[in-house]
């Protein structure tokens, strides 16, 4: 499934898992950051288009390293040459593609990456029901 516009690769995939349970998950080479102001929108947004509601300062968000020569990073989850922009891992903690070479802004300031994740966090699921289709299409 893809959800990154204006990326080339039909690869592109903001994937999720639901591997982890209730103990944080911290990517390894992953940079935790402070979500920024617009991210409190994006996460009011979905809550209003989902009907669902979750505590917003229960996620940790974390920058993971693209691959070298991609614009996100390998998806831990999916066949290999598979790459995400973002990914969601169970109870909740996001990952977000850095900023490398070829995608030189990196995907924290993406809303349709961020807002994915932010769907997965809230359904509490990897799957992606008929609210992705809806809310973040
Ligand atoms: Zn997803």
Redesign the pocket.
Known sequence: ?T?VRSLPLAAAL???TTAGCETPFRPKDGVQYDPPPIYLQWWSSVEQCSGRRGDFSRVLWYEVPSAPGMWGFACPNEPPGRYCTGE?HSPHTIMIAAPNEVYPGGHRYDSVTVK??ML?DLTQS?D?GPL?ARCVP
């Open positions: 499934m959800h903001v994937c999720a969601w994915h994740e997965h990897g992606h992705f």
